[in-house]
């Protein structure tokens, strides 16, 4: 992927928030400092995937304070994958650098994914030694990644959100035209070149996780039926099998009657059979289903998220700091 000359503005650095009332300062504060240090010139970009907290207000007054921040502001909570794609399409730096809003990425860090920018690289992933997390989000991502490697989608290991994005590269991701997106897997998909460095990672600095379990087994699904349509392959095999313990159990009865001369009794194993085989329908029915909802929701051609407005210092746009844009025409790629 060539490099695309952006504007002057050589790095964006994206950060989706979610009700983070209590990081945006601090973030804007350690990340201004790493990056005037760097010396070359940057600007802040925050997605507000809704908050419900301060994080608005906060937001428009750090736009108003400091002309590099930048604020896309969403009409509800749209997801993090939704807004860290704004956050791309919004970048007019020649790279991106994308970052968690709750500090669990060390701005400190940040010069460890630049030192790896150059022509041979698309994306410089974050790979997070100790990880501050509570056991069952670890859990949880250990089970992702092992049913990813079962269904054979292709992703670097243990790669976090904190990573180095040449920008053209983000914003070809962010147009895919697909409806249920998976950053990460679609990098490998495009064949984005990347390399991967150890970085810090710290417990939340305030606040709490937007994941719980649940939501956590509802991505991987997603990302399973989106990428890969090997689970109707594992749903006959699973039928395959209720057809051969079906064939058994007759084999069973015809062997009774013909040796012994017994008739096999009882109602136990016809129900149990007929259990077997109803869920097996079941489950691969609602497994078609699955897809078959994909497709639905694709052809509904509805944009993964809304903008209500995007909020610029006072420096770049009028006195209020705050471009009073209605909702922005949905995306059309989404
Ligand atoms: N986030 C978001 N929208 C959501 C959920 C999360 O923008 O619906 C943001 C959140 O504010 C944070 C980042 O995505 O900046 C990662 O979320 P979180 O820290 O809750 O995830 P975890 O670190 O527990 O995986
Ligand atoms: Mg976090």
Redesign the pocket.
């Known amino acids: 992927m060539k490099d695309e000359d952006e504007g002057k503005l050589h790095y964006s650095v994206v950060?989706?928030?979610?009700?983070?009332e209590g990081?945006v300062r601090p973030l804007v504060e350690r990340v201004s400092k790493v990056l005037d240090q760097v010396g070359k010139p940057y600007e802040i970009i925050f997605?507000?995937?809704?908050?419900r907290d301060l994080t608005p207000t906060l937001l428009r007054t750090l736009c108003r304070e400091n002309p590099r921040v930048r604020a896309v502001r969403f009409t509800r909570?749209?997801?993090?994958e939704?807004?860290?794609q704004a956050g791309y399409l919004h970048a007019r730096g020649r790279w991106i650098l994308q970052?968690?809003?709750?500090l669990?990425n060390p701005p400190e860090d940040i010069p460890k994914l630049l030192a790896f920018e150059g022509p041979d690289i698309d994306i410089v992933y974050g790979v997070r030694k100790n990880r501050k997390?509570?056991l069952f989000?670890r859990m949880a991502?250990q089970g992702m990644r092992w049913v990813m490697r079962r269904m054979e989608i292709e992703l670097p290991e243990d790669i976090s959100?904190f990573r180095l994005m040449r920008a053209s590269t983000a914003k070809l991701l962010a147009e895919l035209p697909e409806r249920s997106k998976f950053l990460s897997a679609l990098a490998c998909w495009v064949g984005a070149r990347y390399t991967v460095v150890d970085v810090g990672h710290a417990p939340?600095a305030s606040?709490?996780?937007?994941?719980n379990l649940a939501k956590l087994l509802n991505n991987t699904f997603d990302l399973v039926v989106g990428f890969s349509s090997k689970p109707l392959r594992y749903v006959g095999l699973l039928g395959l099998g209720c057809a051969a313990i079906g064939a058994l159990v007759a084999l069973r009865a015809v062997v009774y009657k013909l040796i012994w001369g017994q008739t096999v009794t009882g109602w136990v194993s016809l129900i149990a059979i007929i259990a077997i085989l109803g869920g097996a329908q079941l489950l691969a029915l609602s497994l078609i289903g699955e897809y078959i909802a994909r497709i639905y929701i694709q052809t509904q051609a509805r944009p993964t998220f809304l903008v209500a407005e995007v909020i610029e210092g006072e420096s770049l746009k009028g006195p209020a700091g705050v471009t009073p844009s209605p909702v922005e025409l949905p995306h059309a790629s989404s």
């Open positions: 950060v989706p928030v979610y009700n983070e990081n997605v507000d995937d809704g908050s909570n749209y997801g993090q939704a807004a860290v970052m968690d809003g709750d669990q997390d509570p989000r991502s959100t939340r606040g709490r996780t937007k994941y």
